[in-house]
Protein backbone atom coordinates (compact mmCIF):
# COMPACT_ATOMS: atom_id res chain seq x y z
CA UNK A 1 0.00 0.00 0.00
CA UNK A 2 2.86 2.47 0.72
CA UNK A 3 4.43 1.42 -3.03
CA UNK A 4 1.21 2.09 -4.29
CA UNK A 5 0.84 5.89 -2.65
CA UNK A 6 4.36 6.58 -3.46
CA UNK A 7 4.44 5.62 -7.32
CA UNK A 8 0.96 5.82 -7.83
CA UNK A 9 0.61 9.61 -9.03
CA UNK A 10 3.75 9.04 -11.44
CA UNK A 11 1.99 6.03 -12.95
CA UNK A 12 -1.50 6.30 -13.56
CA UNK A 13 -2.37 8.92 -16.19
CA UNK A 14 -5.31 9.98 -14.89
CA UNK A 15 -6.06 13.15 -11.83
CA UNK A 16 -8.60 12.33 -9.27
CA UNK A 17 -10.81 15.12 -10.63
CA UNK A 18 -10.53 14.13 -14.36
CA UNK A 19 -12.88 12.87 -16.37
CA UNK A 20 -11.62 9.27 -17.14
CA UNK A 21 -14.22 7.17 -18.18
CA UNK A 22 -17.86 6.25 -18.52
CA UNK A 23 -20.41 6.98 -15.88
CA UNK A 24 -20.36 4.20 -12.88
CA UNK A 25 -18.06 1.72 -15.02
CA UNK A 26 -17.15 -1.41 -13.45
CA UNK A 27 -13.74 -2.48 -12.56
CA UNK A 28 -11.87 -2.87 -16.12
CA UNK A 29 -8.31 -2.72 -17.38
CA UNK A 30 -8.49 0.63 -18.37
CA UNK A 31 -10.01 1.25 -15.09
CA UNK A 32 -9.20 -1.42 -12.25
CA UNK A 33 -11.61 0.19 -9.70
CA UNK A 34 -13.88 1.22 -11.94
CA UNK A 35 -15.53 5.06 -12.30
CA UNK A 36 -17.87 6.79 -10.02
CA UNK A 37 -21.28 8.76 -11.08
CA UNK A 38 -18.96 11.69 -12.95
CA UNK A 39 -16.67 8.93 -14.52
CA UNK A 40 -13.57 9.92 -12.03
CA UNK A 41 -11.12 7.40 -11.54
CA UNK A 42 -11.46 5.49 -8.23
CA UNK A 43 -7.88 4.13 -8.31
CA UNK A 44 -6.21 7.67 -9.07
CA UNK A 45 -9.00 8.74 -6.12
CA UNK A 46 -7.64 6.38 -3.94
CA UNK A 47 -4.02 6.66 -4.71
CA UNK A 48 -4.63 10.67 -4.27
CA UNK A 49 -6.91 10.56 -1.40
CA UNK A 50 -4.54 8.37 1.11
CA UNK A 51 -2.21 11.62 1.70
CA UNK A 52 -4.46 13.68 3.70
CA UNK A 53 -6.02 10.63 5.33
CA UNK A 54 -2.92 8.92 5.78
CA UNK A 55 -1.45 12.71 7.17
CA UNK A 56 -4.03 12.89 9.95
CA UNK A 57 -3.57 9.77 10.97
CA UNK A 58 0.72 10.16 11.63
CA UNK A 59 0.06 13.54 13.20
CA UNK A 60 -2.80 12.61 15.41
CA UNK A 61 -0.93 9.56 16.55
CA UNK A 62 2.29 11.49 16.87
CA UNK A 63 1.02 13.73 19.24
CA UNK A 64 -1.05 12.12 21.10
CA UNK A 65 1.36 9.43 21.68
CA UNK A 66 4.01 12.34 22.49
CA UNK A 67 1.46 13.68 25.36
CA UNK A 68 0.86 10.06 26.31
CA UNK A 69 3.84 9.08 26.83
CA UNK A 70 4.60 12.07 28.93
CA UNK A 71 1.52 12.12 30.99
CA UNK A 72 2.54 8.20 31.73
CA UNK A 73 5.73 8.88 32.82
CA UNK A 74 5.36 11.61 35.51
CA UNK A 75 2.01 9.39 36.34
CA UNK A 76 4.35 6.32 37.12
CA UNK A 77 7.25 7.97 39.01
CA UNK A 78 5.72 10.98 41.30
CA UNK A 79 2.97 9.61 43.03
CA UNK A 80 1.70 12.89 44.01
CA UNK A 81 0.83 13.41 40.48
CA UNK A 82 -0.61 9.72 39.61
CA UNK A 83 -3.97 10.68 41.31
CA UNK A 84 -4.36 13.61 39.11
CA UNK A 85 -2.72 12.11 35.81
CA UNK A 86 -4.13 8.82 35.84
CA UNK A 87 -7.74 10.14 36.67
CA UNK A 88 -7.52 12.37 34.28
CA UNK A 89 -6.62 9.33 31.90
CA UNK A 90 -9.65 7.19 33.03
CA UNK A 91 -12.33 10.36 32.66
CA UNK A 92 -10.93 10.40 29.11
CA UNK A 93 -11.26 6.78 28.88
CA UNK A 94 -15.00 6.69 30.03
CA UNK A 95 -16.12 8.65 27.35
CA UNK A 96 -16.96 6.64 23.95
CA UNK A 97 -14.44 7.88 21.27
CA UNK A 98 -16.44 8.28 17.90
CA UNK A 99 -19.92 9.85 19.30
CA UNK A 100 -17.36 12.43 21.09
CA UNK A 101 -15.80 13.19 17.78
CA UNK A 102 -18.97 13.72 16.01
CA UNK A 103 -20.38 15.93 18.83
CA UNK A 104 -17.04 18.02 18.39
CA UNK A 105 -17.37 18.01 14.74
CA UNK A 106 -20.97 18.98 15.16
CA UNK A 107 -20.21 21.75 17.46
CA UNK A 108 -17.12 23.75 15.32
CA UNK A 109 -16.00 24.10 11.63
CA UNK A 110 -14.63 21.28 11.15
CA UNK A 111 -10.77 21.69 9.65
CA UNK A 112 -7.78 19.00 9.75
CA UNK A 113 -6.30 20.77 12.86
CA UNK A 114 -9.50 20.15 14.31
CA UNK A 115 -9.60 16.66 13.47
CA UNK A 116 -6.01 16.48 15.33
CA UNK A 117 -6.87 17.78 18.18
CA UNK A 118 -9.88 15.99 18.90
CA UNK A 119 -7.80 12.39 17.60
CA UNK A 120 -5.46 13.75 20.63
CA UNK A 121 -7.96 14.08 22.86
CA UNK A 122 -8.94 10.79 22.97
CA UNK A 123 -6.05 8.57 22.05
CA UNK A 124 -3.61 9.64 24.63
CA UNK A 125 -4.99 8.42 27.43
CA UNK A 126 -4.78 4.51 26.62
CA UNK A 127 -0.45 5.62 25.97
CA UNK A 128 -0.12 7.39 28.85
CA UNK A 129 -2.17 3.99 31.21
CA UNK A 130 0.50 1.85 29.60
CA UNK A 131 3.35 4.00 30.20
CA UNK A 132 2.41 4.60 33.86
CA UNK A 133 2.13 0.61 34.64
CA UNK A 134 5.81 0.42 32.68
CA UNK A 135 7.16 3.33 34.97
CA UNK A 136 5.70 2.24 38.32
CA UNK A 137 7.12 -1.07 37.43
CA UNK A 138 10.58 -0.35 36.39
CA UNK A 139 11.32 2.24 39.20
CA UNK A 140 11.04 -0.67 41.41
CA UNK A 141 14.32 -1.98 40.13
CA UNK A 142 17.79 -2.32 41.63
CA UNK A 143 19.76 0.09 39.23
CA UNK A 144 16.85 2.49 39.34
CA UNK A 145 17.93 2.77 43.76
CA UNK A 146 21.44 2.60 42.31
CA UNK A 147 21.10 5.80 40.51
CA UNK A 148 18.81 7.69 43.13
CA UNK A 149 21.91 6.28 45.90
CA UNK A 150 24.75 7.65 43.46
CA UNK A 151 22.91 11.01 43.48
CA UNK A 152 21.13 11.38 40.38
CA UNK A 153 17.77 13.60 40.90
CA UNK A 154 14.77 12.28 40.51
CA UNK A 155 14.11 14.45 37.02
CA UNK A 156 17.51 12.83 35.90
CA UNK A 157 16.47 9.27 36.84
CA UNK A 158 13.33 9.53 35.08
CA UNK A 159 14.50 11.16 31.97
CA UNK A 160 18.09 9.14 31.39
CA UNK A 161 17.51 6.09 33.41
CA UNK A 162 13.62 5.35 32.77
CA UNK A 163 12.17 6.32 29.81
CA UNK A 164 14.77 4.80 27.58
CA UNK A 165 13.44 1.52 29.19
CA UNK A 166 10.00 2.34 28.34
CA UNK A 167 10.47 4.36 24.70
CA UNK A 168 9.84 1.36 22.96
CA UNK A 169 6.70 1.01 24.58
CA UNK A 170 6.03 4.19 23.48
CA UNK A 171 6.72 3.52 19.36
CA UNK A 172 4.64 0.80 19.53
CA UNK A 173 1.54 2.56 20.66
CA UNK A 174 2.62 5.15 17.77
CA UNK A 175 2.16 2.76 15.29
CA UNK A 176 -0.80 1.38 16.99
CA UNK A 177 -2.28 4.48 17.16
CA UNK A 178 -1.76 5.69 13.53
CA UNK A 179 -4.56 2.57 12.81
CA UNK A 180 -7.06 3.82 14.96
CA UNK A 181 -6.79 7.75 13.95
CA UNK A 182 -6.92 6.53 10.05
CA UNK A 183 -10.54 4.76 10.93
CA UNK A 184 -11.83 6.95 13.29
CA UNK A 185 -11.20 10.40 10.97
CA UNK A 186 -12.37 8.09 7.73
CA UNK A 187 -15.66 7.49 9.69
CA UNK A 188 -16.30 10.79 10.28
CA UNK A 189 -15.31 12.05 6.96
CA UNK A 190 -18.17 8.97 5.45
CA UNK A 191 -20.72 10.52 8.32
CA UNK A 192 -20.18 14.21 6.59
CA UNK A 193 -17.93 15.49 9.21
CA UNK A 194 -14.75 17.07 7.28
CA UNK A 195 -14.87 18.76 3.77
CA UNK A 196 -16.50 16.78 1.17
CA UNK A 197 -14.38 19.41 -1.55
CA UNK A 198 -10.83 17.27 0.07
CA UNK A 199 -10.39 13.63 -1.64
CA UNK A 200 -9.65 11.20 1.06
CA UNK A 201 -10.68 7.92 1.83
CA UNK A 202 -13.39 9.35 3.74
CA UNK A 203 -14.63 11.09 1.10
CA UNK A 204 -15.13 8.81 -1.67
CA UNK A 205 -16.94 6.69 0.66
CA UNK A 206 -19.28 9.46 1.45
CA UNK A 207 -20.13 10.45 -2.05
CA UNK A 208 -20.86 6.26 -2.50
CA UNK A 209 -23.06 6.71 0.18
CA UNK A 210 -25.09 9.50 -1.36
CA UNK A 211 -24.83 8.33 -5.41
CA UNK A 212 -23.07 4.71 -5.62
CA UNK A 213 -25.22 2.55 -2.96
CA UNK A 214 -28.54 2.87 -4.95
CA UNK A 215 -26.97 2.38 -8.23
CA UNK A 216 -25.35 -0.75 -6.84
CA UNK A 217 -21.64 0.81 -7.57
CA UNK A 218 -19.84 -1.79 -5.62
CA UNK A 219 -16.70 -1.37 -6.52
CA UNK A 220 -17.33 1.99 -5.62
CA UNK A 221 -17.06 1.10 -2.01
CA UNK A 222 -14.75 -1.69 -2.49
CA UNK A 223 -11.63 0.04 -3.76
CA UNK A 224 -11.28 2.68 -0.38
CA UNK A 225 -12.58 -0.04 2.04
CA UNK A 226 -10.16 -2.49 1.26
CA UNK A 227 -7.49 0.35 0.89
CA UNK A 228 -8.33 1.34 5.01
CA UNK A 229 -8.51 -2.18 5.62
CA UNK A 230 -5.22 -3.13 4.75
CA UNK A 231 -3.32 -0.11 5.89
CA UNK A 232 -5.00 -0.36 9.50
CA UNK A 233 -4.43 -3.76 9.58
CA UNK A 234 -0.69 -3.42 8.58
CA UNK A 235 -0.14 -0.71 10.97
CA UNK A 236 -2.10 -2.71 14.20
CA UNK A 237 0.20 -5.62 13.34
CA UNK A 238 3.46 -3.71 13.61
CA UNK A 239 2.44 -1.95 16.41
CA UNK A 240 1.10 -5.24 18.21
CA UNK A 241 4.81 -7.35 17.32
CA UNK A 242 6.70 -4.11 18.55
CA UNK A 243 5.28 -4.55 22.05
CA UNK A 244 5.23 -8.28 21.62
CA UNK A 245 9.16 -7.48 21.01
CA UNK A 246 10.17 -4.67 23.40
CA UNK A 247 7.23 -5.42 26.42
CA UNK A 248 9.55 -7.39 29.22
CA UNK A 249 5.74 -9.21 30.35
CA UNK A 250 4.65 -10.19 26.52
CA UNK A 251 7.84 -11.31 25.84
CA UNK A 252 7.92 -13.91 29.00
Request: hydrophobic fraction near 55%.
Amino acid sequence: MLALVLIGPFVIQYMPSDIAGPQNSPPSLAHPCGTDYLGHDLLSQVVYGAYPSLLVGVVAALAASVLGFVVGALAGYYGKAEIVLAGSSDIVMSFPALPLLILVGTLFVVTNQLIIAALVLVLWAPAARAIRAQVASVKKMPYVDAARVSGLKDREILWKVIVPKVASIGMAYFVFLVSVSIVLVTALEFLGIGNPDVISWGSILFFAQQYGFYQGDWWWVLAPGLAITIVATGFALIGFSFEEIFNPRLRA
